[in-house]
């Protein structure tokens, strides 16, 4: 059974960082492609960032030049860290393998102004 298992949200300022990770179960960790999305209140869940199995990653306009997604093979685990963070980024980010229908819970990110 496929389990994704993020973490590392919370509450912080704006301008400050938070370093999200997706811990994968149940998958060949290493065949695999993943994205982090997230959906902010009243909003529907909209793609942050991706990266394919070789390392090459794609990110859309909002996450260019602040966020940056990694994985760690050896740990089954993306990451992915945020910098310069925005009122905006408010949301719950989830985790996914690309072309699956598996999500994790999510994690919280609150920026305060």
């Known amino acids: 059974q496929v389990q994704l298992v993020e973490s590392g949200g919370g509450l912080v300022q704006s301008g400050g960082s938070l370093r999200l990770s997706c811990v994968a179960s149940?998958?060949?960790?290493?065949?695999?492609?993943f994205a982090w999305y997230r959906r902010s209140p009243g909003n529907e869940r909209e793609l942050v960032a991706s990266?394919?199995?070789?390392?090459?990653?794609n990110y859309v306009n909002f996450a260019k030049g602040r966020f940056t997604i990694s994985r760690d093979n050896a740990k089954s685990t993306v990451f992915l860290q945020m910098n310069s963070l925005k009122p905006e980024d408010t949301a719950v980010y989830y985790c996914?393998?690309?072309?699956?229908?598996?999500w994790g819970q999510g994690t919280r990110v609150t920026v305060s102004a």
């Open positions: 149940g998958i060949i960790f290493e065949y695999n492609a």
């Open positions: 996914k393998p690309l072309g699956s229908g598996y």
């Open positions: 990266i394919l199995n070789d390392g090459r990653t």
